[in-house]
């Protein structure tokens, strides 16, 4: 159970082309998404905060307008990099958490690498 | 953004020998979560600890989640080559409708196994 499904797994394109990657969940409903972006050797960095019907929720420093996230369904979340370039070059990663009564651990999918020419 | 104290960094280690690696932090948490990252890939969950001084395991790995709600370890007994890979600690906020249940990740613990 609990699996998430990112798509695609790897994007080369065009600078000031805009990308849109899909984080699936499989088998439960995600109230809540989380987008990461990783950087070769480091940690994960949350960039936003998605939440089923709402606005999504960004943090400090990451630019909503470049990064577009849409959550319209309880199975689907998207991210839109708009207008790419070469600096947003990286590997992007969607987690799911169901709405919990407790905290409910996140699920990964397998990750987009982009990128950008 | 703000990240976990995990050591080591980095482990290298024969095949069949015991493993451990620790996070430590500033804040409390009520959930700690261990995660296991292949090249190109996601992390994948191991363990979820939910109360303090709670031990747990899964097979070879065995997880605790501190008492003091500000650490955990994880061990991973007799490694084998398959364990090769990047161990990621998170601590997990309270789901309260400003944090939405974010992780706070360690950075990372690289295992490599020999034969």
């Given amino acids: 159970g609990a699996v998430v499904s990112q798509h695609p797994s790897w994007v080369i394109c065009k600078s000031g082309t ?7 969940s499989l ?27 709402s606005k999504a929720t960004y943090e400090q420093g990451v630019e909503k307008d470049k990064f577009l996230i849409n959550h319209a369904s309880l199975t689907l979340s998207t991210l839109t990099v708009t207008s790419a370039h070469p600096e947003d070059s990286s590997f992007y990663i969607c987690s799911a958490s169901s709405r919990p009564r407790g905290n409910q651990p996140q699920h ?4 987009t690498r982009l990128s950008i020419l | 953004g703000q990240q976990l104290n995990q050591s080591p960094q980095s482990m290298f280690i024969q ?5 451990s690696m620790n996070c430590t932090s500033s804040s409390i948490f009520n959930t700690w979560l261990w995660y296991k990252q292949d ?23 065995t997880a605790q989640f501190g008492i003091t709600r500000k ?10 080559p398959s364990d090769v890979g990047i161990y990621f600690c998170a ?25």
């Fill in chain 2, 15 to 19: 095949e069949g020998e015991d493993v």
């Fill in chain 1, 108 to 111: 990964f999918g397998d990750g």
């Fill in chain 1, 27 to 53: 088998d439960f409903q995600a109230t809540t998404m989380f987008w990461y972006r990783q950087f070769p050797k480091q940690s994960l960095m949350l960039m936003a905060t998605s939440n089923e019907g």
């Fill in chain 2, 91 to 115: 601590g997990q906020l309270v789901m309260t409708t400003d944090s939405w249940g974010k992780l706070q990740f360690g950075a990372g613990t690289q295992v490599v196994v020999t034969p």
């Fill in chain 2, 39 to 61: 090249p190109g890939e996601g992390p994948v969950l191991l363990i979820a600890l939910y109360k303090a001084g709670e031990l747990t395991s899964n097979g070879r790995l």
């Fill in chain 1, 18 to 24: 805009s990308v849109k990657i899909e984080c699936r």
């Fill in chain 2, 71 to 80: 650490d955990s370890f994880l061990n991973i007994s007799a490694s084998i």
